[in-house]
């Protein structure tokens, strides 16, 4: 029951924080740069593991050829 309480609590203030930063994004430097920057947000946060892992591979599979 505390677990779902916590958990509520950190979406409700997520979700403020979310909204707060674009209203103060949008009012400090203008309504697409806000968006610019939230749309890059986004595509890192969900495409940077794997890039890091994609570049972690080939960084070891260049390591594993030139001992080789």
Request: hydrophobic share 55%; aromatic share 6%; glycine share 10%.
């Amino acid at each position: 029951m505390q677990r779902d309480e916590q958990q509520s609590l950190a979406v409700a203030i997520g979700l403020l924080l979310l909204v707060g930063g674009v209203l103060v994004g949008d009012a400090l430097v203008g309504p697409w740069p806000t968006l610019t920057v939230g749309i890059a947000l986004v595509l890192i946060h969900y495409l940077g593991p794997a890039v890091a892992r994609e570049l972690i591979i080939r960084r070891f599979a260049r390591q594993i050829r030139r001992h080789w």
